[in-house]
């Protein structure tokens, strides 16, 4: 073998060796990214696991309420001593009165005044009310004996859960021993139960943590999202259609994509203060009902469903359209007939995550006075009510204990309807999505 024939051997093994040094380092650095990438999933799923565990721990409790019972005597004297049957006396009558007594009867050494606050201090506040309204509806209770389950308060609640640390000086308890020590007698005797708290569901916003429920913050962002999806649903379509097949390609095209993009990272605030700007110090519109809370959500939301439509439509193959066109179809049947159809199912899952967003934001809607306290349940999209997230936003500055549980529940039910709309749309995209 010649010199020039060694060198040049020498030189292809030197080459070789480089190359084998070079790949080995990228595969290296190939799967030390891949370890970055499932330690960062890693660390995220545990974040994730670990706060939703902190939610529901806190919150399952308040899916049970606790129940007391008592045996009422619905006295004629104390109701209706006229025996006139009238409405208007029967919800005048002292019920809080027939609750302490039946109180009493079963602890009658609670005779002073202070042990008889304290003794009704572990009932709701509420039960005069579910006494009243079962005279009102059947009024041949009065002047019989019934044994009824009353709702208890958060206090009691608490000590029945399990809540409290009753190893704690009394002066640390906001129950105190004697207190303590009856709620053990009530529950000695079977009067004391963990049943579905239907509260929560059924009850308006309250003061007492026990009386508080979501009906009012359910049919508020119910009516809310009805509104902004009758109003961004076909605007955002219509928008997209246009932009993306009949639009000329020029700079005020060109302005309206660049804007539209832009207003999608604008922060939710900023959509509340147009809203406060326009819709109520403008056009005068009221605060804190669903109709102007829809149109605040409804600006927020267009640009996602815009920008989310428009990729739909690019999605469609141009043969579709070549096709259409071909057969002696118009531009308009063309994109009516042949092009909107296959895109719906984009746009629709665009739609319901654009939707989810709505569900979930607070600070446009505090805006617009959405944060007021509202207790009677909304009947139309111009009745005042509140939303799931600003109702959250209520009950976690609350200082009183109950509403802890009360308000992670809450969460637990908007995380809930946050998952079904996703889940919806993960499905509309799986069923009808079409692969060209």
């Known amino acids: 073998m010649s010199r020039d024939d060694s060198s040049t051997s020498g030189d292809r093994a030197g080459i070789a060796a480089q190359v084998s040094r070079t790949l080995g380092k990228r595969y290296r650095a190939e799967r030390r990214f891949q370890l970055y990438g499932i330690v960062a999933i890693t660390l995220a799923m545990l974040f994730l696991g670990f706060l939703f565990a902190s939610i529901i721990s806190r919150g399952v409790s308040a899916f049970q309420a606790t129940y007391v019972n008592l045996d009422v005597s619905f006295d004629q004297e104390a109701i209706d001593p006229e025996r006139k049957r009238d409405p208007d006396l029967l919800r005048q009558a002292d019920y809080r009165g027939i609750v302490r007594k039946s109180m ?96 929560l569901f059924t009850n308006g916003d309250s003061r007492d943590p026990e009386q508080a429920g979501l009906r009012v913050a359910l049919l508020g962002s119910l009516y809310t999202l009805l509104v902004t999806l009758a109003l961004s649903f076909p605007i955002g379509v219509a928008a997209a259609v246009y932009l993306e097949e009949f639009a000329p390609k020029n700079r005020w095209t060109d302005l309206i994509e660049v804007n539209i993009n832009n207003l999608a990272a604008v ?135 109950g509403f802890v549980a009360k308000t992670s529940a809450a969460i637990m039910v908007l995380l809930g309807f946050l998952i079904l709309m996703n889940a919806l749309a993960v499905i509309l995209r799986k069923r009808f999505e079409r692969r060209w």
């Open 104 to 199: 009493q009867e079963f602890f009658p050494e609670a005779s002073g005044r202070k042990d008889r606050r304290a003794l009704l201090a572990l009932i709701s506040n509420g039960v005069e009310f579910q006494l009243r309204d079962m005279v009102l509806d059947n009024p041949d209770l009065i002047g019989t004996r019934q044994s009824v389950w009353v709702l208890a308060s958060a206090e009691m609640d608490t000590v029945v859960k399990g809540a409290v640390d009753l190893d704690l000086d009394e002066s640390d308890r906001r129950l105190s021993d004697k207190q303590v020590g009856w709620i053990s007698e009530l529950e000695k005797e079977g009067r004391v139960d963990l049943r579905f708290n239907r509260v």
């Open 267 to 401: 922060p939710s605030i900023v959509f509340g203060l147009l809203g406060l700007a326009v819709f109520i110090n403008l056009f005068g519109m009221p605060r804190s009902v669903p109709l102007v809370g829809g149109l605040v959500l409804t600006l927020m939301t267009l640009p996602t469903i815009i920008i989310a439509s428009r990729a739909a439509l690019k999605s469609v193959p141009p043969s579709i359209r070549e096709a259409a066109l071909g057969i002696g179809a118009s531009p308009t049947q063309t994109v009516t007939h042949h092009v909107l159809p296959l895109a719906m199912p984009g746009m629709l899952t665009g739609t319901i995550i654009g939707m989810a967003q709505a569900l979930g934001e607070t600070a446009p809607l505090l805006m617009i006075g959405m944060i007021a306290f509202i207790v009677d349940p909304p009947t139309a999209v111009t009745d005042p009510a509140t939303v799931l997230p600003v109702q959250i936003y209520l009950w976690a500055d609350s200082p009183e204990r």
